[in-house]
């Protein structure tokens, strides 16, 4: 049974609008939310956190919110580029470091 | 910057076959991780280290094995290869539990079992 979901397998915005990447979780003793990106024949790059005593986190273009309440995590992506196509991986991880990944998310940005 | 390499990454085994699949991280991470990407499933976490021969399992471990003799090298071996173990497998590492929580990715083996 999966921990962390993804329910939308994929995504396309135009360049320059708002891209918004849903996930949800059911493990409350997940304390460390994490969002990779990944293309084609490459591994996942790491690209932003967030600690469970935060609700947001920001870096560039790129926010994390988390609402613990809810266990739910979204990534806004302002403004979306044509370079951000890629697949997103949303993941989470306890104490132990060992982490579960959601099935993803294709972004596709438009020019 | 650092660095995880995995072995190949492409890889056609036969049917029970036993393969070996090796991981090598340069920045003296401690732990190293390893996982099965397939579509729809996301990453899947098949086995973990913490330390020189330490193991444990993940959510998927049946069919599979993992050896870690040195620090910076973490092998997944699958015993008897089957049909169902074709999918992209990917090896991370990451710092000391406490520090920081994030992995570093290889760029994947794609192994196909005829």
């Known amino acids: 049974d999966q921990q962390v979901k993804q329910n939308s397998p994929s995504l396309s915005v135009q360049e320059g609008r708002i891209s918004i990447l849903n996930c949800d979780y059911t493990?409350?003793?997940?304390?460390?939310f994490l969002w990779y990106k990944k293309y084609p024949a490459e591994g996942p790059t790491f690209l932003i956190s967030i600690s469970s005593i935060k609700d947001k986190n920001e870096d560039g273009r790129f926010t994390v919110f988390l609402n613990k309440s809810a266990k739910h995590l979204s990534l806004h992506i302002v403004p979306s580029q044509p370079g951000d196509s890629a697949v997103y991986f949303c993941?989470?991880?306890?104490?132990?470091?060992?982490?579960?990944f959601g099935a993803g998310t294709r972004l596709t940005v438009k020019p | 910057d650092v660095k995880v390499t995995q072995s190949s990454r492409y890889l056609v085994k036969r049917t029970g076959e036993k393969v070996f699949l090796e991981c090598v991280q340069d920045m003296d991470h401690e732990n190293m991780f390893w996982y099965r990407q397939d579509p729809g499933l996301g990453l899947r976490l098949i086995y973990f280290s913490y330390d020189v021969k330490m193991k444990e399992k993940g959510d998927i471990p049946e069919g599979y094995s993992v050896s870690r003799e040195k620090k910076e090298r973490f092998s997944l071996i699958l015993e008897s290869a089957s049909t169902n173990q074709t999918s992209m497998y990917l090896c991370?590492?990451?710092?000391?539990?406490?520090?920081?929580?994030?992995?570093?990715f290889g760029p994947g083996t794609r192994l196909t079992v005829t």
């Open positions: 993941a989470a991880t306890g104490k132990r470091g060992d982490m579960r």
């Open positions: 991370a590492s990451s710092l000391s539990l406490g520090i920081s929580y994030e992995q570093y």
């Open positions: 493990n409350s003793m997940f304390d460390y």
